[in-house]
């Protein structure tokens, strides 16, 4: 689905970079959401390159993110406790450390308060959920091992 325009299809790559690295700086950072900026830039590459998005979607870290909200629009578990923790310890150091402003604290509060509450309400991965993903890449591999096996005579 490559964009024939290549003045367009500059634009959806310097977006995908964009956003792709607004997805990797979301893994460290909670108030960040890496998984939509992964799907965007996914989604940016898949119109300007194929081997950009082939090497995001297949990326070993990366690509889960894409493929467990495609196929289940859910997260595993350990991303939102992840995430539930490095929010509170980001926001909570900074309203007990560096803020002074009490209405700057309230207003940290509820941005951590709304965080918590999206990531909360996005559905988590099942153990059904991961055994039919594993089955997916089983059945993938198969696939892939036997279309470069030599045929033999």
């Known amino acids: 689905m490559l964009n024939k325009n290549k003045n367009l299809r500059k634009l959806y790559l310097a977006a995908g970079l964009l956003f792709l690295a607004l997805g990797a700086v979301g893994v460290f950072i909670p108030v960040l959401p890496t998984t939509p900026f992964l799907l965007l830039a996914a989604a940016m590459f898949m119109r300007s390159s194929e081997r950009l998005y082939l090497w995001l979607t297949n ?40 803020v002074n402003n009490w209405w700057l604290r309230g207003i940290l509060v509820i941005v951590a308060v709304a965080v918590s509450w999206h990531i909360i309400k996005l559905k988590t991965l099942t153990p059904e959920m991961l055994a039919e993903i594993r089955m997916r890449e089983a059945a993938s591999s198969l696939t892939m091992d036997a279309d470069t096996t030599p045929a033999s005579d």
């Open 59 to 98: 990326h070993q870290v990366l690509g889960p993110f894409i493929r467990n909200y495609r196929l289940y629009h859910a997260v595993p578990l350990y991303s939102k406790i992840t995430a539930l923790f490095f929010l509170y310890l980001t926001i909570g150091s900074s309203v007990v450390f560096f």
